[in-house]
């Protein structure tokens, strides 16, 4: 069925979960796993006085969600490891999760995307928008939400 699954991650508990059961699925069904973290693009924000974030605080904020990001990745390839599931990674800075997670399953011809969901309710999702409602709406492969 599926031989070429996309784990898309931010590190949170439902992530975590949702990484078990993805590389799971992918045992079953003999398939791969590419694991994928969204770097969040952080603005050069004016405070105080219109004093601008210096380049060396946001170079020091790249490279922590670098790090972050390497962590969050190196857990799944732990357990594709663990599971026996090849496993490749990808990280990338696009402009926001959603279109990072659509892309990289296209880069990397995955033909499914498994991924949690915070389960908000309707107004919270309203408020903060929904990386896996916009997933699910604008994906041309099949996206399994995990929740």
């Given at each position: 069925m599926f031989k070429h699954v996309l784990l898309p991650t931010d590190?949170?508990?439902?992530?975590?979960?949702?990484?078990?059961?993805?590389?799971?699925l992918a045992r079953e069904l003999g398939a791969k796993v590419?694991?994928?973290?969204?770097?969040?693009?952080?603005?050069?924000?004016?405070?105080?006085?219109?004093?601008?974030?210096?380049?060396?605080?946001?170079?020091?904020?790249?490279?922590q969600a670098r790090d972050r990001g390497a962590k969050y990745l190196a857990e799944v390839e732990k357990a594709a490891s663990a599971a026996g599931v090849p496993c490749q990674t990808l990280m990338t800075k696009p402009a926001t999760a959603h279109q990072g997670i659509i892309a990289a399953a296209k880069k990397r011809k995955c033909d499914v995307i498994f991924m949690a969901s915070h389960g908000r309710g309707e107004f919270a999702a309203l408020l903060l928008g929904s990386v896996?409602?916009?997933?699910?709406?604008?994906?041309?492969?099949?996206?399994?939400?995990?929740?």
């Open positions: 590190g949170s508990p439902i992530a975590r979960k949702a990484i078990k059961a993805g590389v799971a590419t694991a994928y973290y969204a770097l969040e693009t952080v603005q050069p924000y004016i405070y105080s006085e219109g004093v601008v974030i210096s380049t060396a605080m946001l170079r020091d904020f790249d490279q896996t409602q916009k997933v699910l709406a604008q994906s041309k492969v099949p996206v399994l939400v995990y929740r």
